[in-house]
Every structure is written in C-alpha cells, then in structure tokens.
C-alpha cells in the first residue's frame, strides 16, 4: 500500500510539474515572439506559409520556428489538460 500510494504521488507529481513546464515554455516563447517584427520579412513569410519555400533568411526561420514551437506547445497543453481529470490525484491522510 506505501508503494502504491508513493508511485501514485509521483505520478500525480510529474504531471504537474509537465504542465507547468509547458505553461513557462509557452510564456517564455511568447515573449520572444512578441519581439518579432513580421512586416520587416513579410514577402518571405508569405513564400515559406504560402508556397512551402525553404526560409534563405536565418533570422526569419528562427523566428517561424519560434512560432511553430509556441503553437505546437500549445495544442499539447490543450491535449494534456484534456486527460489531466484521468491523471491519478495525490492521495493525501492515508497511512
């Protein structure tokens, strides 16, 4: 039952700590983001969005993969707090 109860706990743990890790990346991504000026590269973004060209210009890809990461993270958050009332609970005053 100790085991059980401990492993439950852990789990219950990592996941919190998970979505929480993800919660700061996607903050973190969105300030850098928010520095982005996309009229300056707008012909190119519309080339790469828009045809499917590879980015020549290596400060518009990093920004476009910034983007991508920030979107991405959030669709996982969104997927995770969708499962999150499946997650085991901590369990507390059982000994």
Do not use: S
């Amino acid at each position: 039952m100790t085991t059980e109860k401990r492993d439950t706990k852990t789990i219950a743990g990592k996941f919190a700590e998970a979505l929480g890790n993800i919660e700061c990346a996607i903050m973190y991504l969105g300030q850098v983001n928010a520095e982005y000026d996309p009229e300056e590269h707008a012909d190119d973004i519309r080339l790469v969005v828009d045809y499917g060209l590879r980015p020549c210009n290596p400060v518009m890809d990093f920004w476009l993969q910034a983007e991508q990461a920030e979107d991405a993270l959030k669709a996982m958050l969104r997927k995770l707090q969708r499962v999150e009332p499946l997650a085991p609970k901590e369990k507390e005053g059982m000994g």
